[in-house]
């Protein structure tokens, strides 16, 4: 039986207040039994801190004195759980609920394709569960990452496990041999990109991702139109194209780069 690790997206403030019951309850609904629980508690006090391990007394409870953000945060415990001999790592928001065979579904196809490095669950909305949150994320030729077939109806005929871009980082599954290959979460990144920089890197070492759409999560998702989220998406998606594209395609890709930053 293989050793796995889940580790619920770090909490931040009053997070888990609204988010960790429901998404907790179905981690513990699953049919595979056989997982040890990792919260981190970004910009950790006392009360946060307590009401994560009251939560979840069978959870290890990382608590961090700043806000790491989404990439530093998971880090924290990534680490850990690196030196432990697990063989995979579930990383799973927790604005999230997943359905009992969530786990045992990425595990079997994570299995059956070793050159897996991270397979992504089928990301469904909440509460329009047949709503389609993510069916794998793909990349622009600008950088801009986005969800595959977002707000669509599902179809059953979807199901098979295929290839994608990138996993989003709401709900998969790592093969700890691949993250020991290519590294962790760019810190630099800090929140959005920071998933689609890590199967850049899977692929460009010849590591796959694929999606397991039988592994079904329900994501409480809330598309925010702020200031602050265009900033960060925008910044870490030039700092992903500089880190993987190559200057002549740097070169080529200027004029209408400009033209859409003026934009």
């Known amino acids: 039986m293989v050793k796995v690790a ?3 997206s770090p909490n931040y403030k009053d997070y888990a207040k609204k988010y960790l019951a429901d998404c ?3 981690l513990r609904a699953q049919t595979y039994k056989e997982f040890d629980l990792f919260l981190v508690d970004n910009e950790s006090t006392l009360e946060t801190c307590l009401l994560l391990q009251s939560s979840a007394p069978e959870a290890t409870v990382i608590p961090l004195e700043k806000n790491e953000g989404f990439a530093g945060g998971n880090n924290a415990a990534l680490k850990i ?5 697990y063989d995979y790592v579930f990383l799973v928001n927790m604005d999230t609920v997943s359905e009992p065979n969530c786990l045992s579904e990425l595990i079997a196809a994570a299995e059956a394709y070793p050159q897996a ?3 992504q669950v089928r990301l469904m909305l909440w509460p ?3 709503l389609i949150n993510s069916l794998g994320n793909q990349t622009h030729f600008l950088g801009f990452g986005f969800g595959k077939d977002y707000r669509k109806t599902f179809c059953a005929k979807d199901n098979a496990i295929k290839e994608i871009c990138y996993a989003s980082g709401a709900g998969v599954l790592y093969r700890v041999k691949a993250l020991k290959s290519v590294g962790l979460y760019d810190e630099e990144i800090w929140m959005y990109n920071e998933d689609q920089d890590i199967c850049l890197r899977f692929w460009l070492a010849l590591w796959q991702t694929i999606i397991a759409p039988r ?3 329900y994501h409480k998702y809330e598309f925010s139109r702020s200031i602050t989220k265009y900033y960060w998406m925008d910044r ?3 700092i992903v194209m500089l880190k ?3 200057l002549a395609t740097l070169i080529v890709l200027a004029p209408i780069f400009l033209l859409v930053e003026l934009g």
């Open 6 to 8: 889940v580790l619920v």
């Open 128 to 130: 329009d569960k047949q």
């Open 236 to 238: 870490n998606r030039i």
């Open 81 to 85: 759980i690196l030196v432990q001999n």
């Open 117 to 119: 490095a991270a397979v």
């Open 215 to 217: 592994a079904v999560v």
């Open 24 to 26: 907790l309850a179905s």
């Open 244 to 246: 993987h594209y190559r």
